[in-house]
T-cell receptor, first 116, second 110 residues
């Protein structure tokens, strides 16, 4: 079964703590993305990666970091610098980042991050 | 600032009726247009994409694109209570970056 998995489903962060959200895909997609969704708002892009060992900041990268050491994996770390991390985090992937049809994005099930 | 606008709703329609969801976008260079459905607490799932002006049909869903007027719409025929969800419109200029609308909440009344 091809798809995108995210873990954990729920994550609790204490103040001052860094936490890492996992995203894995077995679709053989080149491009991967991280979005944040807050109630009543659209999805906002945090980071994206079009190829292994390369990634770019999105619109709201401050307080977050990523790595892309493997094609299948794109973990997101929410650092203590992110002062308002409570949100629904969505990972997505696409075959490539460019070209009609290549950029259709498919989403994982999401991780809900809550602050204790 | 490139924008995608959707009426937040809720849009209420009776079961069996046609639901019409609309989306306008500001970037004339936009090339690809997507509709996602998102149930409460779940992630978005792709319903349809459209690239060319006109209509594209898939089962009970029809996407309509009018690039001159910069709008894209989604029609849902024979609406069912299970169609009740938030529908997200996304637009891209052929690159990695999607611009999402805030979504329209649809309620299908049994």
């Amino acid at each position: 079964d091809g798809g995108i998995t995210q873990s954990p489903k729920y994550l609790f962060r204490k103040e001052g703590q860094n936490v890492t959200l996992s995203c894995e895909q077995n679709l053989n997609h080149d491009a991967m993305y991280w979005y944040r969704q807050d109630p009543g708002q659209g999805l906002r892009l945090i980071y994206y990666s079009q190829i292994v060992n390369d990634f770019q900041k999105g619109d709201i990268a401050e307080g977050y970091s990523v790595s892309r050491e493997k094609k299948e994996s794109f973990p997101l770390t929410v650092t203590s610098a992110q002062k308002n991390p409570t949100a629904f985090y969505l990972c997505a992937s696409s075959r490539s980042g460019t070209g009609k049809g290549q950029e259709t994005q498919y989403f994982g099930p999401g991780t809900r991050l809550l602050v204790l | 600032q490139k924008e995608v606008e959707q009426n937040s709703g809720p849009l209420s329609v009776p079961e069996g009726a046609i639901a019409s969801l609309n989306c306008t976008y500001s970037d004339r260079g936009s090339q690809s247009f997507f509709w996602y459905r998102q149930y409460s607490g779940k992630s978005p799932e792709l319903i349809m994409f459209i690239y060319s002006n006109g209509d594209k049909e898939d089962g009970r869903f029809t996407a309509q694109l009018n690039k001159a007027s910069q709008y894209v719409s989604l029609l849902i025929r024979d609406s069912q209570p299970s169609d009740s969800a938030t529908y997200l419109c996304a637009v891209t200029s052929g690159t990695y970056k999607y611009i999402f609308g805030t979504g329209t909440r649809l309620k299908v009344l049994a």
